[in-house]
């Protein structure tokens, strides 16, 4: 592997007398398809945090594209080219389906934009005949699909991916995942979270497990499923569901 | 085309004024045309920050008050002309609106809401302290006859204050329309997410607070060429706080017509009553209208009006 695009060094996040993140060292490659696993609770969601700048961490380092970025806000981060989804949709509501576009080709110089980019990327998502309805009156499919475009239109190097797929049906699922495969070829790297097995393994090439607050497995697909430590605290828990 | 309509409107909306301010004999028209007016720049101001980008201002009284006194201040010292004061009082809203917003809106929501209402109280009590500009005797404030074009004193504010109007309705136009509305839309839904699509926040915030307090400010400063006399007690009123943000919820926070909706029916149903009930009884009705919009109209008349519209597109 040459430079990382992120280098995450000893990172550490506690609410209170809560550890959320216990001091994660984390690597990920120009291109890679990462998938981060681990039962609720385990830090994935505030590992992401402390990465796109949303929560401080109380320690330890965020290196972006060879340049330390862990006191950068997050809307510089976002500039830099990483983007987001997040886990529950967080649209812009009061303001139409397309302006919800433009407000990340607005702010994003790096944005390739134009006067019809907004309305393809609508199109990329499947959105284009909802571009002038308010971002409220979206069902949860279509606000999944606009957290989408949304983090999409920043024109990421980076896109972390927290749960895009849940609660969609099977054939949404592959949808998705066909475009984040897209998206990977044209070069951009992404970080999956998501709780749905199949689609992650499907979709990454490495996989990280994390559980109250730290990595405990990182590797292939196959051998990450296959760990005994995995297998106890994440599929035992998802079995005795 | 909706830019000419819009410039269109405006210019007719001028020279109807110029016209109003020589024709009209009734000095009424000029008192409550004044009212009105003033209530659009409040409400149009305050909308900025409370309505784009959902910062819920309480002080605005504080600004208004400044503008006022900042006027009598500049008027006392350097006799200086109606425009002075009201660029001066812009420029002080402005600053004050920054130091606000520095110190207060890295706190998000309700927080920020209660360190304004502490602002009023602060600077109407350095007014009361402070006998050059009156103290709390008030002023007298005897501005000289307009020498050019207009026949009275009355008449000259009463312009200036359409003038003003037409000024803030045109910048908030102009924010609601750009990037820049767009950026303080995203805030006002969430601010988080705002930041991880590249808005700075911050930023923003302290520009949106800058133009309001400075359009606040701008509608206090005309007051002592009008009034001729200003006390603390009626410069600082709270009914400027509770009409500034009442008015935008009446009409509607999102665009820049719902604040001018909203400060022409308020100030018509206050002139109604001013003429037919007491005073006292005028706060109450404020009261009742804005209480009856929160429950029935949360998005204001705009809002209503939208939900009707979309409800009967949709198949």
Redo the contacts between chains.
């Keep these: 592997m040459t430079e990382p695009i992120l280098s995450v060094r000893d990172v550490w996040k506690q609410f209170g007398t809560q550890v959320a993140v216990a001091g994660v060292n984390l690597d990920v490659g120009h291109g890679e398809k990462l998938g981060i696993i681990g039962p609720n609770g385990s830090g994935k969601t505030t590992l992401i945090n402390c990465i796109t700048g949303i929560l401080r961490p109380e320690r330890g380092t965020v290196i972006f594209e060879g340049s330390d970025i862990s006191d950068l806000p997050a809307y510089r981060r976002a500039r830099r080219g990483i983007a987001r989804s997040f886990q529950i949709p967080r649209p812009f509501v009061g303001i139409s389906v397309i302006q919800n576009i433009q407000v990340p080709l607005d702010y994003v110089e790096d944005a390739a934009n134009g006067p019809n980019r907004a309305i393809e990327l609508l199109a990329l998502v499947g959105l284009e005949s909802r571009a002038d309805c308010p971002a409220d009156s979206l069902t949860h499919l279509e606000l999944r699909k606009l957290e989408l475009a949304r983090a999409l239109a920043a024109s990421p190097r980076l896109l972390i991916a927290d749960e895009v797929m849940a609660g969609l049906s099977e054939a949404e699922i592959d949808e998705v995942l066909e475009k984040l495969f897209v998206l990977n070829d044209r070069g951009v790297t992404v970080i999956m979270i998501e709780h749905i097995m199949h689609a992650i393994m499907r979709f990454s090439k490495r996989l990280v497990c994390m559980e109250t607050g730290q990595i405990i497995a990182d590797g292939s697909p196959q051998d990450v499923g296959r760990d005994p430590e995995v297998r106890r605290v994440y599929f035992g828990e998802q079995a005795s569901r | 085309m909706n830019e000419w309509r819009f410039i269109v409107g405006t210019l007719v909306v001028l020279s109807v004024g110029a016209l109003l301010s020589h024709t009209a004999t009734n000095a009424y028209v000029y008192y409550a045309g004044f009212v009105a007016l003033q209530y659009v720049v409040i409400s149009t101001g305050w909308n900025i920050l409370g309505g784009y980008a959902g910062y819920v201002n309480f002080g605005s009284g504080a600004f208004v008050g400044l503008g006022t006194y900042t006027a009598i201040f500049l008027f006392n010292s350097l006799a200086a002309p109606l425009w002075i004061q009201i660029l001066g009082a812009a420029l002080v809203g402005g600053l004050l609106g920054l130091a606000m917003g520095y110190l207060t809106l890295r706190i998000q929501g309700v927080y920020f809401s209660i360190a304004t209402l502490a602002l009023t109280a602060v600077l109407s009590t350095g007014i009361v302290n402070w006998k050059y500009v009156g103290g709390a005797r008030g002023i007298t404030v005897l501005a000289s006859q307009p020498t050019v074009w207009f026949p009275s004193i009355v008449s000259y504010v009463f312009f200036a204050m359409l003038l003003l109007a037409v000024i803030s309705i045109t910048i908030a136009r102009g924010i609601e329309r750009s990037?820049i509305g767009?950026?303080l839309?995203?805030i006002?839904?969430?601010e988080?997410?705002?930041?991880?699509?590249?808005?700075?926040?911050?930023k923003l915030k302290l520009f949106a607070a800058t133009v309001s307090g400075a359009l606040l400010a701008m509608a206090g400063a005309p007051y002592p060429y009008y009034a001729s006399y200003v006390d603390p007690d009626s410069a600082f009123s709270i009914n400027y706080a509770l009409n500034a943000l009442a008015m935008p919820l009446i009409g509607g926070t999102?665009t820049w017509i719902g604040p001018l909706i909203g400060a022409l029916l308020l100030s018509g149903v206050e002139q109604a009553a001013t003429v037919t009930i007491p005073s006292e009884v005028n706060l109450l009705i404020v009261g009742l209208v804005l209480i009856g919009f929160v429950v029935a109209a949360p998005d204001g008349l705009l809002g209503l009006a939208g939900r009707r519209f979309?409800q009967g597109k949709r198949p």
């Design positions: 990037w767009r950026g839309a995203a006002r839904a969430d988080q997410a705002a930041e991880c699509a590249g808005v700075p926040t911050l999102r979309t």
